[in-house]
C-alpha cells in the first residue's frame, strides 16, 4: 500500500520541474516510505504538459496528469487520482525547503493535520499579505489564524469524503481551513522559511488578491458553507 500521495500542481514551470521533482524524490526515498508523486499540469502555455508525461516515464513513483488552469482544480485532480494512505499538496516553484518533509512525515500521526508555516516570505508585502488573510479569514469564519497557504500539509486521504473540497483557485486553503475548524482536526505547524524560487516568475497579482477577497465574501454570505455542514 502507498503510504504518501503528494501532489505537485504545475503551471508554466517547463524549466524547473524536473529539478524540483528530483530533489523531492531524493528526500522522500530516504524517509524508507511508500509514496508516490502526481505531477498535475494545468492551463500552462509553455511545455510544462509535455515536459510532466516525460518525467512520469522517466520516474517509477511519478504520475502525471492534466486539468483546466487553476490551482484548486490541479489539487482537486490530484486528490482524485492520489492512492496513498495519507495525501499532501505543494507548489512546484521550489520555494519548499525539501528537508521539512521528513519533519512533517515524523509527526504525521499524532494530528488531523500537519503543515508548514512560512516563518519568512520574499519580501515584507507578502509577509503583510500573509498575516491579512490569516486573520481576516479567522474573525469571518472562527477559525484558528494560521497560514493559510501554508504547503506542503499532509491528512488523511479518507477525510477527503467529508471535506468535499470544491475551489478552483487558490480560495481552495482558505475553504480546507474553513471547513476543518468546524471539524475540530488537530492542527500543528511546523515552521518553514521560504526560499528563493528556481525560476520562472510568481504568477500572483493583484487580481489573485481581489479574486481571493471576492471568495472570501462570496463563501462568507452564500449558502455554500451551511449546505456543506448539512452533509455531515
Given at each position: 500500500?502507498?503510504?504518501?500521495?503528494?501532489?505537485?500542481?504545475?503551471?508554466?514551470?517547463?524549466?524547473?520541474?524536473?529539478?524540483?521533482?528530483?530533489?523531492?524524490?531524493?528526500?522522500?526515498?530516504?524517509?524508507?516510505?511508500?509514496?508516490?508523486?502526481?505531477?498535475?499540469?494545468?492551463?500552462?502555455?509553455?511545455?510544462?504538459?509535455?515536459?510532466?508525461?516525460?518525467?512520469?516515464?522517466?520516474?517509477?513513483?511519478?504520475r502525471s496528469?492534466?486539468?483546466?488552469?487553476?490551482?484548486?482544480?490541479?489539487?482537486?485532480?490530484?486528490?482524485?487520482?492520489?492512492?496513498?494512505?495519507?495525501?499532501?499538496?505543494?507548489?512546484?516553484?521550489?520555494?519548499?525547503?525539501?528537508?521539512?518533509?521528513?519533519?512533517?512525515?515524523?509527526?504525521?500521526?499524532?494530528?488531523?493535520?500537519?503543515?508548514?508555516?512560512?516563518?519568512?516570505?520574499?519580501?515584507?508585502?507578502?509577509?503583510?499579505?500573509?498575516?491579512?488573510?490569516?486573520?481576516?479569514?479567522?474573525?469571518?469564519?472562527?477559525?484558528?489564524?494560521?497560514?493559510?497557504?501554508?504547503?506542503?500539509?499532509i491528512f488523511?486521504?479518507?477525510?477527503?469524503?467529508?471535506?468535499?473540497?470544491?475551489?478552483?483557485?487558490?480560495?481552495i486553503d482558505?475553504?480546507?481551513?474553513?471547513?476543518?475548524?468546524?471539524?475540530?482536526?488537530?492542527?500543528?505547524?511546523?515552521?518553514?522559511?521560504?526560499?528563493?524560487?528556481?525560476?520562472?516568475?510568481?504568477?500572483?497579482?493583484?487580481?489573485?488578491?481581489?479574486?481571493?477577497?471576492?471568495?472570501?465574501?462570496?463563501?462568507?454570505?452564500?449558502?455554500?458553507?451551511?449546505?456543506?455542514?448539512?452533509?455531515?
Amino acid at each position: 500500500m502507498i503510504y504518501l500521495s503528494l501532489i505537485l500542481p504545475v503551471h508554466n514551470e517547463e524549466d524547473i520541474i524536473e529539478k524540483v521533482l528530483k530533489e523531492i524524490i531524493i528526500t522522500l526515498d530516504k524517509t524508507k516510505i511508500t509514496y508516490e508523486i502526481l505531477l498535475i499540469e494545468n492551463g500552462s502555455t509553455d511545455r510544462s504538459q509535455k515536459i510532466v508525461i516525460e518525467l512520469s516515464k522517466k520516474y517509477s513513483k511519478v504520475r502525471s496528469f492534466v486539468s483546466p488552469k487553476g490551482y484548486g482544480n490541479a489539487v482537486l485532480k490530484g486528490l482524485r487520482e492520489s492512492k496513498g494512505q495519507y495525501v499532501s499538496y505543494m507548489p512546484s516553484d521550489g520555494q519548499v525547503e525539501t528537508s521539512v518533509l521528513p519533519k512533517l512525515l515524523k509527526e504525521v500521526d499524532q494530528y488531523d493535520l500537519i503543515k508548514v508555516r512560512r516563518v519568512k516570505r520574499e519580501s515584507i508585502v507578502r509577509d503583510l499579505t500573509t498575516f491579512t488573510f490569516s486573520k481576516v479569514i479567522s474573525l469571518l469564519f472562527n477559525t484558528q489564524s494560521i497560514d493559510i497557504n501554508g504547503s506542503p500539509r499532509i491528512f488523511l486521504r479518507k477525510h477527503l469524503s467529508k471535506l468535499k473540497l470544491r475551489a478552483k483557485d487558490s480560495f481552495i486553503d482558505a475553504e480546507f481551513l474553513i471547513k476543518i475548524s468546524r471539524l475540530n482536526w488537530k492542527i500543528k505547524e511546523i515552521p518553514m522559511a521560504n526560499i528563493e524560487r528556481y525560476g520562472g516568475k510568481s504568477t500572483r497579482s493583484i487580481n489573485t488578491y481581489l479574486e481571493f477577497f471576492h471568495n472570501i465574501l462570496d463563501y462568507k454570505f452564500s449558502p455554500k458553507l451551511k449546505l456543506w455542514q448539512q452533509t455531515l
